[in-house]
């Protein structure tokens, strides 16, 4: 996406040996007691038969590793055959990125998905024994309270597992940087622009305003007869398990959300551009140097 702040430092995706890998995931089991994987790569799934090997390799270690990661809801709506082997090769939860229901949105930050694809992906993997863990992205210039609105009621339709917000950031590496350059920056400390935090003014809809939004539709979801239930009823112990430890890790962030919010009230203070500069920062840092000849071009 275009505020995502990764892509520019990788450039290429890249894999390392599926077997080896999982090779690697069951040593760590064996010899030292690891039962649970998160993985750090937030696509791990963009090349199917590379995912595809790995889950293999997985299930033939035979070990109770589970593992969780994040992905696009398209790849598993692409891998929709390829379910039941992620479940026995012990995937238990995928965070997906929804970054609003708007198609307009959707298009804006080129996150490349549907809202159609994202419903899918949620019941799919929970067809398949699985946990949605869906964030949903605020902060947008364009944002009004209808938008908000109408964000919450389709994601009471999707019903995810779980849902986390996010607020749209303009690191000067991101494309998102450009188009937000004349937009008031709510908080000059730099620590806070962790895409938890509110940053950006939303001219159409005031900070305070904002947050009460976000608060409101976490509560909607969290609270709804269905979810309760999923936390402290569903059949299979495991996903009970771990939607106890995410509901109780969630509810201690909510909470220090709602005191940081009342004791450091956003105000709008420079521009963007004024407080970061005017010119982004390269977005390919990393890109590898293109060989020619014996000279060396950098792209």
Not at 61 to 77: F, H, K, L, M, Y
Not at 94 to 107: K, P, R, V
Not at 181 to 195: A, E, F, I, N, S
Not at 226 to 248: C, K, Q, S
């Amino acid at each position: 996406c275009t505020y995502c702040g990764q892509r520019g430092f990788w450039t290429r995706w890249r894999h390392r040996d599926p077997a080896r890998f999982a090779a690697e995931i069951a040593r760590l089991h064996r010899e030292h007691g690891v039962e649970l994987v998160n993985l750090a790569d937030e696509n791990p799934t963009s090349s199917r038969r590379a995912w595809k090997a790995f889950l293999e390799a997985m299930v033939a270690e035979n070990v109770p590793v589970q593992i969780i990661g994040s992905t696009r809801a398209d790849d598993i709506v692409r891998d929709a055959d390829l379910l039941p082997l992620y479940k026995r090769a012990g995937c238990l939860r995928f965070l997906l990125g929804l970054e609003g229901t708007d198609e307009a949105t959707l298009a804006t930050v080129q996150k490349g998905g549907s809202r159609q694809k994202d419903r899918q992906a949620i019941r799919l993997l929970r067809a398949n024994g699985m946990i949605g863990l869906c964030t949903f992205a605020v902060g947008f210039e364009e944002e009004t309270d209808a938008d908000y609105w109408r964000l919450l009621r389709h994601l009471l339709a999707y019903d995810p597992d779980q849902i986390m917000s996010v607020f749209a950031t303009p690191h000067r590496w991101t494309p998102f940087f450009t188009q937000s350059k004349g937009r008031r920056v709510l908080t000059t400390d730099l620590r806070l622009w962790d895409y938890k935090h509110q940053v950006l003014e939303t001219p159409r809809v005031p900070p305070w305003r904002v947050f009460l939004w976000v608060k409101l539709i976490e509560a909607a979801l969290q609270l709804r007869p269905r979810a309760l239930w999923r936390v402290w009823g569903h059949p299979d112990p495991e996903i009970r398990h771990a939607m106890r430890w995410y509901t109780r890790m969630g509810r201690g962030v909510w909470l220090h959300e709602w005191a940081g919010f009342l004791t450091r009230r956003p105000r709008p203070g420079p521009t963007v551009a004024a407080f970061l500069g005017p010119s982004a920062l390269p977005e390919q840092a990393l890109a590898l140097p293109r060989r020619t000849g014996t000279a060396r071009i950098v792209t």
